[in-house]
């Protein structure tokens, strides 16, 4: 029996959030017990046919399984362990009779209760987007729950949208999980697959019966090195995907490998090919992270579609599509060549962009044409495949157009700024080396005199209503400049005044200014714009609005200096400057894709390097840059990664070089494991490094001196991710366990992270806590 052909043209996923944020809303309200669950479930749905009414509007055929269905409330990765009723033990109480977990229960696992604490939440592959970590033990729960995915099928079928379910594949989401704490040393969560595939099999049948023409299953941790040694020939993703194919009475299934290339990245291809003769219907590939497949390595597609993730889904530039149609051209020959049929996607899920272009009234006038979100993106897809399949000349005025906006945008003026590229041009060695740390050292103590175990924060203290109304006011006029200012400063003085009585040593201005640690530099610097509805979802109903980087970067003007001068002139006490560095300006807005990275970074790091020149020149003696994003940027596969981190920590030591060596320059991360990334955080050559260590219990410290490191290190004493007060002893067992391994001169006393997001009551005690256990730390000496 021949194999059903895949839509000519698909996209593998929609922003979820809505264009106006409504899922957002809705999730909110509804958590805050101002609307039931059933209005979260109507909006919910109204949201979704709007979205499948705009994608059918665009050109994506309503009839054929075109249409995504990858709604999530919270997370597709839950959403799929609800398809496994996959609840950990410590959540088995929210198990219904029959073993599923229903709404209020996946809430809970997403947010935590009273008593537990949340699934863990980390990134998606290398994006800034976080799912909810599984949970799996030798006997937690696995069993198929294809219910909510059949109703919300049956109900678009209703309504005349024959969607295309969306579930994370069984091998990816055994890859995403991990063991519970209170399974065997040695267990991996992929010991279950067995179960998980019996599972998915039967949501198969299911969604089948439902009537489902095709099922999506989304397989990205392939394009990872782990992921990778599973997708080839004789290994788990062709048993997998063989005994998945042999499911009777199922839909057509559609694998898809964003995020890179799947599988060995020396044959690119080869595994389209192996699932393909499997018996899987079409095997998506990303041929804008992944390598293009080449000749030869498809081997035999057997009848199958190969979906050519073409369209950029990580980014918002519009499509050369020129250049796209002439390579789906040639790949499309070597498909026909292989037996199989080449259709038109997305690279991965489109979630990772903001609806649409259209929504933006205020971008500077040269850039809405260089653009494309969600919604011009699967125009791009359509035209895309009408090229191949109708002929170059029948998209003639598509591409002209598109010839034409991308002419414009390499021509104008600010995309190339030529006294940039001379400043990047004459940097030799030395620009990027500072004084042996020894020296600087010695200058330090003479120019601070810090007490031991000196106590900090990491910046920011806690943004009030008040303070996020200033700045709305602000932002819409109905506060003028001046009164700003004037709201600012005196945050500032309440701030400063709040860390003199706590009795910390090195003291902070606030942040108080800055929206986000990225947009606000982005707005001060030349060569970046702000978007007003750009919002990309980062985790559950919280979304962030990226900054567009699009030209060569400038900085007009100081612009951290008046608030941070102004706090020193407030205390005798040192002050620490606050800035962020290049690679997390960059991992956290859209970048470029007509440059390297690694020259923004260098762009970006000339532009900090004079604010730091500036902030020491008005007398500022210790500034920290932060990279909490150096991890995140780090390549999937493990040979990519080391001509990252050199550019990555380049460009960290290059905004840093000018400091004299009295300036204490410090550094700060967080957000993830950093055991793959010691090496780099000691070559950043920071004069001390504050670290997240608490939910560690101090790991990453040790990790760091037995590596050699031997400068000044904050590891964090305190989670700030909770409201939780830690006590004074929580606070100097940890002090105790960093004292273990460290040089106490070498220790600095800090919470985790920020404290933007916390109140003060919590930050005024913890705080208090924070320097009695450091003082009592000090009298042990
Ligand atoms: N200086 C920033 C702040 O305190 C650092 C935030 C972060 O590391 N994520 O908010
Ligand atoms: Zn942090």
């Given at each position: 029996?021949?194999?059903?052909?895949?839509?000519?043209?698909?996209?593998?996923?929609?922003?979820?959030?809505?264009?106006?944020?409504?899922?957002?809303?809705?999730?909110?309200?509804?958590?805050?017990?101002?609307?039931?669950?059933?209005?979260?479930?109507?909006?919910?749905?109204?949201?979704?046919?709007?979205?499948?009414?705009?994608?059918?509007?665009?050109?994506?055929?309503?009839?054929?399984?075109?249409?995504?269905?990858?709604?999530?409330?919270?997370?597709?990765v839950l959403d799929a362990t609800v398809a496994l009723s996959a609840l950990p033990t410590r959540f088995?109480?929210?198990?219904?009779?029959?073993?599923?977990?229903?709404?209020?229960?996946?809430?809970?696992?997403?947010?935590?209760?009273?008593?537990?604490?949340?699934?863990?939440?980390?990134?998606?592959?290398?994006?800034?987007?976080?799912?909810?970590?599984?949970?799996?033990?030798?006997?937690?729960?696995?069993?198929?729950?294809?219910?909510?995915?059949?109703?919300?099928?049956?109900?678009?079928?209703?309504?005349?949208?024959?969607?295309?379910?969306?579930?994370?594949?069984?091998?990816?989401?055994?890859?995403?999980?991990?063991?519970?704490?209170?399974?065997?040393?040695?267990?991996?969560?992929?010991?279950?697959?067995?179960?998980?595939?019996?599972?998915?099999?039967?949501?198969?049948?299911?969604?089948?019966?439902?009537?489902?023409?095709?099922?999506?299953?989304?397989?990205?941790?392939?394009?990872?090195?782990?992921?990778?040694?599973?997708?080839?020939?004789?290994?788990?993703?062709?048993?997998?995907?063989?005994?998945?194919?042999?499911?009777?009475?199922?839909?057509?299934?559609?694998?898809?490998?964003?995020?890179?290339?799947a599988g060995d990245s020396a044959r690119p291809g080869a595994t389209a090919g192996l699932l393909a003769?499997?018996?899987?219907?079409?095997?998506?590939?990303?041929?804008?992270?992944?390598?293009?497949?080449?000749?030869?390595?498809?081997?035999?597609?057997?009848?199958?579609?190969?979906?050519?993730?073409?369209?950029?889904?990580?980014?918002?530039?519009?499509?050369?599509?020129?250049?796209?149609?002439?390579?789906?051209?040639?790949?499309?020959?070597?498909?026909?060549?292989?037996?199989?049929?080449?259709?038109?996607?997305?690279?991965?899920?489109?979630?990772?962009?903001?609806?649409?272009?259209?929504?933006?009234?205020?971008?500077p006038a040269h850039l809405p044409e260089w653009l494309a979100f969600a919604n011009q993106k699967v125009?791009?897809?359509?035209?895309?495949?009408?090229?191949?399949?109708?002929?170059?000349?029948?998209?003639?005025?598509?591409?002209?157009?598109?010839?034409?906006?991308?002419?414009?945008?390499?021509?104008?003026?600010?995309?190339?700024?030529?006294?940039?590229?001379?400043?990047?041009?004459?940097?030799?060695?030395?620009?990027?080396?500072?004084?042996?740390?020894?020296?600087?050292?010695?200058?330090?103590?003479?120019?601070?005199?810090?007490?031991?175990?000196?106590?900090?924060?990491?910046?920011?203290?806690?943004?009030?209503?008040?303070?996020?109304?200033?700045?709305?006011?602000?932002?819409?006029?109905?506060?003028?400049?001046?009164?700003?200012?004037?709201?600012?400063?005196?945050?500032?003085?309440?701030?400063?005044?709040?860390?003199?009585?706590?009795?910390?040593?090195?003291?902070?201005?606030?942040?108080?200014?800055?929206?986000?640690?990225?947009?606000?530099?982005?707005?001060?610097?030349?060569?970046?714009?702000?978007?007003?509805?750009?919002?990309?979802?980062?985790?559950?109903?919280?979304?962030?609005?990226?900054?567009?980087?699009?030209?060569?970067?400038?900085?007009?003007?100081?612009?951290?200096?008046?608030?941070?001068?102004?706090?020193?002139?407030?205390?005798?006490?040192?002050?620490?400057?606050?800035?962020?560095?290049?690679?997390?300006?960059?991992?956290?807005?859209?970048?470029?894709?007509?440059?390297?990275?690694?020259?923004?970074?260098?762009?970006?790091?000339?532009?900090?390097?004079?604010?730091?020149?500036?902030?020491?020149?008005?007398?500022?003696?210790?500034?920290?840059?932060?990279?909490?994003?150096?991890?995140?940027?780090?390549?999937?596969?493990?040979?990519?990664?080391?001509?990252?981190?050199?550019?990555?920590?380049?460009?960290?030591?290059?905004?840093?070089?000018?400091?004299?060596?009295?300036?204490?320059?410090?550094?700060?991360?967080?957000?993830?494991?950093?055991?793959?990334?010691?090496?780099?955080?000691?070559?950043?050559?920071?004069?001390?490094?504050?670290?997240?260590?608490?939910?560690?219990?101090?790991?990453?410290?040790?990790?760091?001196?037995?590596?050699?490191?031997?400068?000044?290190?904050?590891?964090?004493?305190?989670?700030?991710?909770?409201?939780?007060?830690?006590?004074?002893?929580?606070?100097?067992?940890?002090?105790?366990?960093?004292?273990?391994?460290?040089?106490?001169?070498?220790?600095?006393?800090?919470?985790?992270?920020?404290?933007?997001?916390?109140?003060?009551?919590?930050?005024?005690?913890?705080?208090?806590?924070?320097?009695?256990?450091?003082?009592?730390?000090?009298?042990?000496?």
């Open positions: 029996m021949p194999k059903p052909t895949f839509p000519a043209v698909s996209i593998l996923g929609y922003p979820r959030i809505g264009p106006n944020r409504e899922l957002k809303k809705a999730l909110e309200s509804h958590w805050a017990q101002r609307t039931d669950e059933a209005a979260l479930h109507a909006a919910a749905r109204e949201l979704q046919n709007s979205d499948l009414a705009k994608l059918t509007e665009l050109g994506l055929d309503p009839t054929d399984a075109s249409l995504p269905g990858d709604f999530a409330y919270y997370d597709q088995a109480d929210l198990a219904e009779t029959n073993g599923t977990i229903d709404t209020a229960a996946s809430f809970i696992l997403a947010r935590g209760d009273e008593s537990r604490a949340p699934l863990e939440m980390t990134k998606w592959f290398d994006t800034n987007y976080h799912y909810l970590v599984p949970e799996i033990g030798e006997t937690s729960p696995i069993k198929a729950n294809a219910l909510p995915l059949v109703e919300s099928f049956k109900s678009h079928a209703a309504k005349g949208h024959t969607i295309r379910p969306v579930l994370v594949g069984p091998i990816s989401y055994l890859l995403l999980a991990k063991a519970e704490d209170r399974a065997a040393v040695g267990f991996d969560p992929l010991d279950r697959i067995d179960e998980v595939v019996d599972a998915y099999a039967q949501i198969l049948v299911s969604l089948a019966a439902a009537g489902a023409p095709w099922v999506q299953l989304d397989e990205p941790a392939l394009v990872t090195d782990r992921g990778a040694a599973l997708a080839v020939p004789g290994a788990l993703a062709q048993a997998v995907y063989t005994k998945l194919a042999a499911a009777t009475q199922r839909p057509a299934i559609l694998v898809t490998t964003g995020y890179g290339t003769r499997a018996g899987i219907e079409a095997v998506h590939v990303d041929l804008v992270r992944g390598a293009i497949p080449q000749a030869g390595f498809l081997g035999d597609l057997a009848g199958s579609t190969l979906v050519g993730g073409i369209v950029d889904s990580r980014n918002i530039w519009r499509n050369d599509l020129s250049a796209s149609l002439a390579l789906l051209t040639s790949l499309g020959a070597e498909v026909d060549k292989a037996g199989g049929t080449l259709a038109v996607g997305t690279a991965t899920s489109l979630q990772h962009v903001p609806h649409d272009v259209a929504l933006e009234s205020n971008l125009a791009e897809a359509i035209i895309l495949a009408k090229g191949i399949n109708e002929g170059a000349a029948v998209i003639a005025a598509e591409l002209s157009a598109a010839e034409s906006a991308i002419s414009r945008r390499t021509g104008f003026s600010g995309t190339t700024v030529a006294r940039v590229r001379e400043r990047l041009g004459n940097l030799t060695t030395v620009d990027f080396r500072r004084a042996d740390a020894g020296i600087r050292k010695d200058a330090q103590e003479q120019a601070l005199a810090l007490p031991p175990l000196p106590t900090t924060t990491i910046g920011s203290f806690p943004q009030t209503t008040e303070v996020r109304a200033a700045r709305a006011a602000h932002r819409s006029g109905t506060l003028d400049e001046a009164a700003y200012e004037g709201f600012l400063k005196e945050e500032i003085a309440r701030v400063v005044a709040l860390q003199e009585k706590l009795g910390l040593d090195v003291l902070v201005h606030g942040e108080a200014e800055r929206n986000d640690m990225v947009q606000y530099f982005a707005e001060n610097f030349d060569g970046f714009s702000e978007t007003e509805n750009g919002w990309v979802q980062s985790y559950g109903s919280r979304a962030t609005r990226p900054s567009i980087l699009w030209g060569d970067v400038t900085r007009p003007a100081a612009f951290t200096v008046p608030w941070i001068t102004h706090a020193a002139s407030l205390t005798d006490k040192p002050l620490k400057g606050m800035l962020t560095g290049p690679v997390t300006i960059l991992a956290w807005s859209f970048i470029r894709d007509d440059v390297p990275l690694a020259l923004s970074a260098n762009q970006v790091a000339l532009a900090l390097r004079d604010e730091i020149a500036d902030l020491q020149e008005a007398g500022i003696g210790i500034i920290q840059v932060d990279e909490p994003a150096l991890r995140e940027l780090l390549p999937l596969r493990a040979a990519d990664q080391s001509a990252y981190l050199n550019w990555a920590v380049d460009s960290f030591r290059l905004a840093r070089s000018g400091a004299a060596d009295s300036t204490q320059i410090h550094t700060h991360l967080c957000y993830s494991e950093f055991g793959e990334i010691i090496e780099a955080i000691d070559a950043l050559d920071a004069d001390v490094t504050s670290i997240e260590a608490a939910r560690s219990r101090m790991e990453v410290t040790e990790d760091l001196t037995s590596y050699g490191y031997s400068r000044g290190i904050g590891p964090g004493v305190y989670d700030i991710h909770s409201p939780r007060v830690p006590s004074t002893q929580e606070i100097s067992e940890l002090i105790g366990i960093a004292l273990g391994s460290l040089d106490p001169k070498a220790l600095w006393i800090n919470p985790d992270c920020g404290l933007k997001t916390r109140g003060y009551a919590e930050t005024e005690a913890s705080l208090a806590n924070l320097v009695e256990a450091a003082a009592a730390a000090r009298a042990n000496l």
